[in-house]
């Protein structure tokens, strides 16, 4: 399975795991530094804490849903030059200082 982009997951600002887009569709996968710790909280209600990673043809509603709409949605596809289509393009660009308890980044080093 060839991966095409990577971004880093972050739970309240703590590395919680990696999404991938690959050749197959999406993948996320937490990290086992992560899960051993002290009090790990899972991404999402539909993404609960486990060691297998979870695999999509599309990327996963939650991931999806931290993307902009309407407006902004335009207003970040224009500046970054990004098509709307491109989800997984936007959640790398939109979603690194997103509300809530999950922010994403670029590969992490």
Do not use: H
């Not at 999406?26 to 990673?53: H, I, M, R, W």
Request: aromatic share 12%; proline share 4%.
């Amino acid at each position: 399975m060839d991966t095409f982009r990577t971004a880093a997951v972050y739970v309240r600002d703590t590395f919680a795991g990696k999404l991938k887009e690959t050749d197959e569709g999406y993948l996320f996968a937490y990290d086992k530094d992560y899960l051993a710790g002290k009090n790990p909280q899972a991404v999402s209600l539909t993404l609960p804490l486990q060691e297998e990673p979870y695999r999509s043809k599309t990327i996963f509603a939650f991931f999806d849903g931290l993307i902009p709409e309407g407006w902004l949605l335009d207003v970040v596809s224009r500046n970054w030059k990004i098509d709307s289509k491109d989800r997984f393009g936007l959640l790398l660009v939109a979603c690194r200082d997103a509300i809530g308890a999950v922010r994403i980044e670029g590969e992490r080093v």
